[in-house]
């Protein structure tokens, strides 16, 4: 009886068990930068922002990652997105701009990463971002839920030195847009 006993409360335990990492509904909110073979990760279960304006005028929503703080480096990283379901519904994967400064009346799905050693910004060249999934996790009256993945890939320039860093990376984020 106690070994059908340990036998159910494994069955239990792996039954309930929940991989963030692999769930599309997740809110988890996470991002990866490799620079030099070597990987930095932070994520969260909540995300924060403020709101903006886009290009063109349309109300945005500019949503933080969280940041990865290294004994030499800090990186931050944040995503601009309509703010209205009517303006970001039909948004598509594929390329979107990059930016290795922070965010200024930028365009829909904008990615900023930054880099500093904590005596310069670096200045960002041969950048890309790729969107490589947009899902829908929930909608209601009021607010759609979606998450978003991509990766991103750049060099970055000290301009006090002649320091070049390429880096790569992936982020997963959860973009909140709200009906008319």
């Not at 979107?96 to 060249?125: A, M, Q, R």
Request: hydrophobic content about 30%; aromatic content about 12%; charged content about 15%.
């Amino acid at each position: 009886m106690k070994k059908l006993s340990y036998l159910f409360l494994a069955i239990l335990i792996v039954a309930c068990s929940d991989d963030e990492a692999n769930n599309s509904n997740s809110l988890e909110v996470s991002w990866q930068v490799t620079v030099g073979g070597q990987t930095y990760e932070n994520s969260s279960l909540s995300g924060s922002g403020f709101f903006s304006s886009d290009c063109n005028e349309t109300a945005a929503f500019e949503a933080y990652f969280p940041e990865i703080d290294t004994a030499t480096r800090f990186y931050s990283a944040d995503i601009l997105h309509n703010n209205l379901t009517s303006d970001f519904d039909g948004t598509s994967v594929g390329s979107y701009p990059i930016k290795g400064d922070y965010l200024d009346n930028d365009c829909n799905l904008t990615l900023s990463v930054t880099l500093s050693d904590y005596g310069s910004l670096p200045v960002l060249s041969n950048g890309t971002h790729n969107v490589t999934s947009i899902n829908q996790i929930s909608s209601s009256n009021n607010e759609t839920i979606w998450s978003i993945e991509g990766d991103f890939s750049g060099t970055y320039s000290s301009q006090f030195n002649d320091e070049t860093v390429s880096l790569t990376g992936s982020y997963r984020n959860v973009l909140y847009t709200y009906q008319d």
